[in-house]
C-alpha cells in the first residue's frame, strides 16, 4: 500500500499542518498582570475585602485577585497597601495585620499580625517599616524582612498617613492636629507641628512643600482646611480654610506635582499648588456621584475615583485623563477605598 | 395524665394548628391581642403556645420562633443580637410590642428579640402583613405582640422550678409562681441564665473547627405581676420587669444593658362602653465598650406609652372601637443631639360588621400626629368569610408607615432633619382550611414601600437617606397532619415561604441593587417537624432550610443555602413533689458550618438538658 498517495494519510498530514498553524496564531502573549491595584475594603466584620486588578493598557480587569491566588480574601477592610523593596504590602485594618506577597502574583509569602488597627505602612529603608494605627495610640516599628513587630512608639490618639522627608517620617495625627517627627535612626519623635484638626492626608509638591489636609472635627466644629509647610524649617507657608459646612477627603498630587487633587463634599476638585484659595467649581463632576477615594497614576497622571454606591455591594471606578475626561469605568470590589499604582 | 401530657405536646410544637384555628379562638389577653383579635380581620396569626413558652428553657422567643420556621431572623449567635423580619420587611419596620407597649430601641427601632426570654410570656402573637391602621408606627412588615397576662381560672396555686445545662458553659434557671386567691392573682417569674459562650465553629472553607472566644454573655430578669378583679367586670392588673443582659460581643467589645418596665393595664365595663386603658413606661440603659477603639459609650432611653380603648357593639352586627394614644420617648447619648425625642399622639377608630355568621369585614383609620413630623393617615381594610365548612377565606389592605428613628433624625454626625417616613401599602389574601386531614393554609401578599431610609456616607460622615422603592411580594403555605392514636401520636408539619423582596428604584446613581433582593432575606425557606409520641416519650425531629441570602445589596456575595436539624426527646414521671420533665435537645443535628449574618458564627452540633418540676 502506498501511503503517501493514501487520502487518509493526506488528510491526516492536512489536519496535523492546520493544527500547527492554529497554535502559532493561539499562541497567547504572557498577558502583564494589571498594575494598577483597586483595594476594596469589603464590608465591616464581614471580611469581604478584595483586590481589583486593572490594567489600564487594555482595560482588562481582574476582580478578586488576591482570593483567586490564594483562595481566601485578605481580611476584614483592606484599608491600603505599599511596595516597599520589591514587595507588596496590605494592610488589613480590622483584621489587625499586614499581608506580605508578590505584586505579580499576590501570592502571599508572610504575614504579622498583632496589631490594634493598622491604617498605613511606610517604608523607611534598610527593611524597616512603620505602621500607623487607628486605635493604637502608637505607630508601630516592624522588620519587613522578618515580618517581626518590633517596637511600638506611643502617639496620641488615631495616626493615619505618614511620608519620608529628608530622612525624618512625618506622621499626620487626627486627633492632636499635628504632625509628628520621627528619627529612624533612633525611633524616637524628635519634634511636631502645628498643623489642623483631622490631620490625615500628606503630599509633597513640587516645590517639595508638604500639604496636608485637615478633615475637621465634627464635634468641634472645625472645619477641614490645607496647611503647606516647608519641611526644611517646618515653617507654616500657607493655611487654607474650606467653606464652612464642607467635608473633605483624600488627597493626590498630578504626576508633575504640580495641581493638588481632593475630595470636598464628594467631588472632586484640583488647586494648582501655588493657589491662594479653593477653587469654586468641581474638576469632575459624575451626575451626583459622591465619591469615596481619589488616587493618582504618577506615570500617566490619570485620575482614579472610587464611588461605594450604597457601601453594601461591589462599587466602580472611574478613571479619567488628566485632563479629567472620562476614559473608563471600572467594576470593582466592594467599598474601593485606596489604590496602589506598580511600576511598570 | 399522659393524656394530658399527650396533649401539650400537641400544643408545644403544633403551631400550626394555632396558625389554621380561626383568630377569633386566640386566647387574647392584652389590649394588641384583642385588637387583633376582633379589628385584624383578613390578617392570620402564627403563635407558639404558652407551654412550649414556659418551659422552653434557656431559649428566648427568638430561638422559639426561629425553631419552628415563623418569620425570618437575622441572628449574630448564642446569645447574640437577634431582629425579626416579616413579609420581607426589615427588622425596623416589624412592631415588636409587651402589654402594647413598644418594645423596638427609639434610637435604631430594632428589638433586639434574644434578650426576651420566652419564660416571661404566656402570649406570643406574629402577626405578617402590614398593620399601620391598629398598630400605628414601624407596622409595615407585622407585628409581634408579647403578653404575660396569663392567669389561672381556679383558687390555688401553681409553680415550676427549672435548671438546664449545655455545652460550652450554658446554664440557666428559672423560677415561677403564679397564685389566684378570690379578686386578686398574681405571678412572679426569675430567669438567669449565663453561658461562656466558647462553642465551636468552622470558618468557610475550612474543616478543623475554631473555638469561638469572646462571646460569653450572662442574663438575669425578673418579672411581677399582680391582678385585681375589682368586681362589676372591672380589672385592674400591674406588671414589673426588670433585668440585666450583658454580653461580649467578639472580637473586642462588650455591651450591657440594663433596663425597667412597667405597665399598669386597667379593663371593664361602663355601661354599654367596653373600656380598656394602659400607661406604660420603659427605661433602658446601654452601655457599649470597645477596647479597640477605647470607644465607651452610654446611651439611655426612656419610653413614656399611655392608650385608651373604648368599644362597643352599636347593633348586634356592628363593633366599634375609638382608641386615643400618646407616646413619648427620649433618648440621652453623647452621640444624640440634645433634646432628640419624640413626642406623638394619635387615634384609631375602626368599625367591624358581621354581615353573617359567616362573612364579616373591618374598616379602619388611623392618624397619628407626631411632632416635627409628617405621617400619612392610615386606612386599613380585612374581609373573610366561610366559603365552605372546611374553608375560611380572608384579605386585607392596608398601609403602613415607618417614622425616622431618633438616630436617623439626630445622629451626630450625620443626622437628618428632612427625612420622610417610610410608607406602603400592603395587600394580601389567604385561605385555610382542612382537606383530607390534612390542615392547610396559604397566604399570598404584595406590597410597595416608598422611600426606604438607608444611611450613607457622605466625604465625612454617613447620613440617612430616602433613596430607594422596594416591593415584597410572596407566598406562605402551611400544612400539618396530626395522627392520634390514645397514648401515642405523631404530628407532622411542614411550611413553606416564597419571599420576594426586592428594590424597584433607587436616587443611588448606577445602584447595583436595583432589581435584586434585600439582603439577609432568602427567598425560598422552608421548615418541616415530625412529633411522634409514644407513653410518656415525645421524640421530635425539626428541620429547616434556608435559601442563599444575599449579603450585598446587588446580590453579588451570598451566604451559602443551609440545612438545620433539631432533634428534641422529652419525658416525664411523678414524684411527691410534683411532676419532673427531663428533655434533652441537640442542635445543629447534622453538624452544619453556617452563618445567618455574614462574621457571626453559628454553633457545630450541640446538646442540652432542661429539668423541670411543676408544682403541684
Not at chain 1, 517604608?123 to 511600638?152: H, I, M, P, R, W
Not at chain 1, 517646618?234 to 467635608?247: D, H, N, S, V
Not at chain 1, 490619570?302 to 467594576?331: M, N
Request: charged share 20%; hydrophobic share 40%.
Amino acid at each position: 500500500m502506498n501511503y503517501l498517495s493514501s487520502w487518509a494519510f493526506r488528510g491526516l498530514a492536512i489536519l496535523a499542518l492546520c493544527q500547527l498553524l492554529a497554535c502559532d496564531r493561539t499562541e497567547p502573549e504572557p498577558e502583564l498582570p494589571g498594575r494598577v491595584l483597586i483595594l476594596n475594603e469589603g464590608g465591616f466584620q464581614q471580611s469581604t475585602s478584595s483586590v481589583t486588578r486593572y490594567n489600564p493598557d487594555n482595560e482588562s480587569v481582574s476582580q478578586d485577585a488576591f482570593r483567586q491566588q490564594n483562595g481566601y480574601n485578605p481580611g476584614d477592610v483592606l484599608q491600603s497597601a505599599s511596595l516597599i523593596d520589591g514587595k507588596l504590602y496590605l494592610v488589613v485594618n480590622n483584621s489587625q495585620r499586614l499581608i506580605a506577597c508578590e505584586p505579580d502574583s499576590l501570592a502571599e509569602t508572610g504575614r504579622l499580625e498583632g496589631f490594634t488597627s493598622p491604617r498605613f505602612l511606610l517604608g523607611a529603608g534598610n527593611g524597616k517599616g512603620y505602621v500607623s494605627d487607628l486605635f493604637g495610640g502608637a505607630v508601630s516599628k516592624v522588620n519587613l524582612t522578618t515580618l517581626a513587630l518590633e517596637k511600638t512608639i506611643p502617639l496620641p490618639g488615631w495616626t493615619e498617613e505618614m511620608l519620608l522627608i529628608d530622612g525624618k517620617v512625618w506622621i499626620a495625627n487626627y486627633n492632636s492636629a499635628k504632625l509628628y517627627l520621627l528619627d529612624p535612626s533612633t525611633d524616637e519623635i524628635v519634634d511636631s507641628v502645628e498643623a489642623g484638626a483631622g490631620a490625615a492626608n500628606l503630599e509633597l509638591d513640587a516645590d517639595g512643600h508638604l500639604w496636608v489636609l485637615c478633615q475637621g472635627d465634627f464635634f468641634t466644629g472645625a472645619g477641614p482646611s490645607f496647611v503647606e509647610i516647608r519641611p526644611s524649617d517646618k515653617a507654616e507657608l500657607r493655611r487654607i480654610l474650606f467653606p464652612a459646612g464642607a467635608t473633605a477627603g483624600d488627597l493626590a498630587v498630578s504626576a508633575d506635582k504640580d495641581s493638588l487633587y481632593f475630595l470636598m463634599n464628594g467631588s472632586l476638585y484640583a488647586m494648582a499648588a501655588n493657589a491662594s484659595s479653593l477653587p469654586a467649581n468641581p474638576a469632575f463632576n459624575a451626575n451626583g456621584v459622591s465619591f469615596y477615594s481619589l488616587g493618582v497614576d504618577p506615570l500617566t497622571g490619570e485620575i482614579y475615583l472610587g464611588d461605594a454606591l450604597d457601601y453594601a455591594q461591589r462599587g466602580r471606578v472611574f478613571r479619567l485623563s488628566a485632563a479629567f475626561q472620562p476614559i473608563d469605568t471600572v467594576a470593582a470590589g466592594i467599598i474601593p477605598g485606596d489604590f496602589l499604582f506598580l511600576p511598570e | 395524665m399522659k393524656r394530658l401530657l399527650f396533649l401539650a405536646n400537641l400544643l408545644t410544637f403544633s403551631a400550626l394548628q394555632a396558625q389554621t384555628d380561626s383568630v377569633r379562638t386566640l386566647p387574647a389577653v392584652d389590649i394588641v391581642a384583642l385588637r387583633l383579635q376582633d379589628f385584624g380581620i383578613g390578617h392570620s396569626l402564627d403563635q407558639p403556645d404558652s407551654v412550649s413558652l414556659r418551659l422552653g428553657g434557656s431559649l428566648s422567643v427568638a430561638d422559639v420562633l426561629l425553631r419552628q420556621g415563623i418569620g425570618q431572623w437575622r441572628t449574630y449567635g448564642p446569645g447574640g443580637l437577634a431582629s425579626l423580619s416579616l413579609d420581607g420587611s426589615s427588622s425596623s419596620q416589624v412592631n415588636v410590642t409587651w402589654e402594647g407597649i413598644p418594645l423596638q430601641s427609639p434610637m435604631n427601632g430594632v428589638a433586639d428579640v434574644a434578650q426576651l426570654p420566652t419564660a416571661f410570656f404566656d402570649q406570643v402573637l406574629v402577626c405578617p402583613g402590614a398593620n399601620g391602621a391598629l398598630l400605628g408606627n414601624s407596622s409595615m412588615g407585622g407585628t409581634l405582640a408579647l403578653s404575660s397576662l396569663g392567669s389561672m381560672a381556679m383558687d390555688g396555686w401553681e409553680g415550676w422550678l427549672q435548671a438546664g445545662a449545655g455545652q460550652f458553659g450554658l446554664n440557666h434557671l428559672m423560677a415561677g409562681i403564679r397564685f389566684k386567691r378570690q379578686v386578686f392573682s398574681g405571678k412572679t417569674v426569675f430567669f438567669q441564665r449565663a453561658s461562656a459562650n466558647r462553642f465551636l465553629y468552622r470558618e468557610p472553607g475550612e474543616s478543623a473547627p475554631v473555638q469561638q472566644e469572646g462571646a460569653a454573655f450572662f442574663q438575669r430578669a425578673v418579672q411581677q405581676q399582680l391582678s385585681w378583679q375589682m368586681g362589676g367586670g372591672h380589672r385592674l392588673t400591674w406588671t414589673g420587669w426588670a433585668g440585666l443582659f450583658d454580653r461580649q460581643l467578639p472580637p473586642t467589645a462588650s455591651q450591657g444593658d440594663l433596663f425597667a418596665r412597667q405597665v399598669l393595664q386597667y379593663a371593664g365595663q361602663l355601661g354599654k362602653i367596653q373600656v380598656s386603658a394602659r400607661s406604660g413606661w420603659t427605661w433602658d440603659r446601654l452601655d457599649y465598650q470597645d477596647t479597640v477603639s477605647s470607644l465607651d459609650v452610654t446611651h439611655n432611653t426612656r419610653v413614656a406609652f399611655h392608650d385608651l380603648s373604648m368599644r362597643r357593639f352599636v347593633s348586634k352586627r356592628d363593633l366599634m372601637e375609638i382608641s386615643f394614644q400618646h407616646q413619648w420617648a427620649l433618648a440621652n447619648s453623647p452621640q444624640l443631639e440634645v433634646g432628640g425625642r419624640r413626642i406623638m399622639p394619635g387615634a384609631l377608630v375602626s368599625w367591624r360588621r358581621s354581615w353573617s355568621p359567616r362573612f364579616s369585614s373591618v374598616a379602619s383609620l388611623r392618624k397619628d400626629w407626631p411632632r416635627a413630623e409628617v405621617s400619612p393617615w392610615m386606612p386599613g381594610l380585612g374581609l373573610e368569610g366561610k366559603i365552605s365548612d372546611q374553608v375560611r377565606m380572608f384579605a386585607r389592605l392596608d398601609r403602613g408607615y415607618r417614622l425616622p428613628t431618633l438616630n436617623d433624625r439626630y445622629w451626630l454626625p450625620g443626622g437628618n432633619r428632612e427625612l420622610l417616613p417610610e410608607s406602603g401599602w400592603q395587600g394580601q389574601l389567604g385561605a385555610e382550611g382542612r382537606f383530607r386531614e390534612v390542615d392547610y393554609r396559604l397566604r399570598l401578599y404584595r406590597g410597595r414601600y416608598d422611600n426606604w431610609i438607608l444611611w450613607r456616607p457622605g466625604a465625612s460622615y454617613w447620613t440617612p437617606m430616602n433613596v430607594r422603592e422596594v416591593l415584597s411580594q410572596g407566598a406562605h403555605l402551611n400544612l400539618s397532619r396530626t395522627w392520634d392514636w390514645g397514648l401515642n401520636g405523631l404530628i407532622v408539619r411542614a411550611n413553606y415561604q416564597w419571599t420576594s423582596s426586592k428594590t424597584t428604584a433607587s436616587l443611588v446613581v448606577a445602584d447595583g441593587a436595583v432589581g435584586k433582593q434585600l439582603i439577609y432575606l432568602p427567598e425560598h425557606s422552608a421548615f418541616g417537624s415530625l412529633r411522634w409520641t409514644r407513653g410518656i416519650w415525645t421524640v421530635s425531629y425539626l428541620h429547616r432550610w434556608l435559601g442563599s441570602r444575599n449579603i450585598t445589596s446587588d446580590g453579588a456575595y451570598h451566604l451559602p443555602a443551609v440545612h438545620l436539624a433539631q432533634l428534641d426527646a422529652q419525658t416525664e414521671w411523678e414524684t411527691p413533689l410534683g411532676r419532673i420533665l427531663a428533655q434533652a435537645m441537640i442542635d445543629n443535628l447534622w453538624n452544619q458550618s453556617y452563618q445567618l449574618v455574614q462574621g457571626q458564627p453559628m454553633p457545630l452540633r450541640n446538646i442540652s438538658f432542661i429539668l423541670t418540676l411543676l408544682v403541684p
